[in-house]
């Protein structure tokens, strides 16, 4: 029987390195990485999303998710969750789908890694708020703390910043084992 994968979130607030951190775990841990599906999904908009977009946004989610999970080796890196769907649809549109709300208690991580806002702002089309970011880093906290999530902050610049969390990872994998 094969063993039961782990699921590892990377979240945070926009430009905190959550892209680039999940390829590096997955090749760390020689797994595969379910990239963010509204980054290619809004992409594609030429508006801005609208509460529709929001819901098929948390179904493409959910559906790479599940699409990717068997071909992971041991842990499966998801680049963010649908709890961005909440996030992002709770300030735009002050409320969030109620397909998302139904399912956020009973989709779960294992560990969730909140990258911190200490990396300096890099511009991207899709990246909307610049000067928000210790307001959306809030949210997280929020977020995470009312799911009584499993959760580690993860900070610092370059290697250390990976190695911070390698070790999260590791110090997990080693208590659950």
């Known amino acids: 029987m094969k063993e039961t994968i782990k699921k590892i979130a990377i979240v945070g607030p926009e430009s905190t390195g959550k892209s680039t951190m999940s390829a590096y775990l997955a090749a760390h841990y020689h797994t595969i990485w379910v990239p963010e599906y509204a980054r290619e999904y809004c992409e594609k908009l030429t508006d801005a999303p609208t509460w529709q977009?929001?819901?098929?946004?948390?179904?493409?989610?959910?559906?790479?998710?599940?699409?990717?999970?068997?071909?992971?080796?041991?842990?499966?890196?998801?680049?963010?969750?649908f709890i961005t769907v909440k996030i992002w649809s709770d300030y735009t549109f002050?409320?969030?789908?109620?397909?998302?709300?139904?399912?956020?208690?009973?989709?779960?991580?294992?560990?969730?890694?909140?990258?911190?806002?200490?990396?300096?702002?890099?511009?991207?089309?899709?990246?909307?708020?610049?000067?928000?970011?210790e307001h959306f880093m809030d949210v997280w906290y929020k977020e995470l703390n009312a799911l009584n999530a499993n959760y580690v902050l993860i900070e610092g610049t370059g290697q250390d910043r990976y190695d911070s969390a390698v070790a999260a990872i590791d110090n997990y994998l080693l208590h659950t084992a």
Not at 128 to 133: K, S
Request: include cysteine; hydrophobic fraction near 40%; charge should be negative.
């Open 94 to 133: 002050g409320k969030s789908p109620q397909e998302v709300l139904d399912e956020l208690p009973n989709y779960h991580y294992d560990l969730y890694l909140l990258l911190n806002i200490d990396l300096p702002w890099q511009e991207d089309p899709l990246r909307d708020f610049p000067n928000m970011r």
């Open 53 to 81: 977009d929001e819901i098929n946004m948390f179904y493409g989610q959910v559906a790479l998710e599940k699409e990717l999970l068997p071909a992971a080796n041991r842990i499966l890196i998801c680049d963010t969750t």
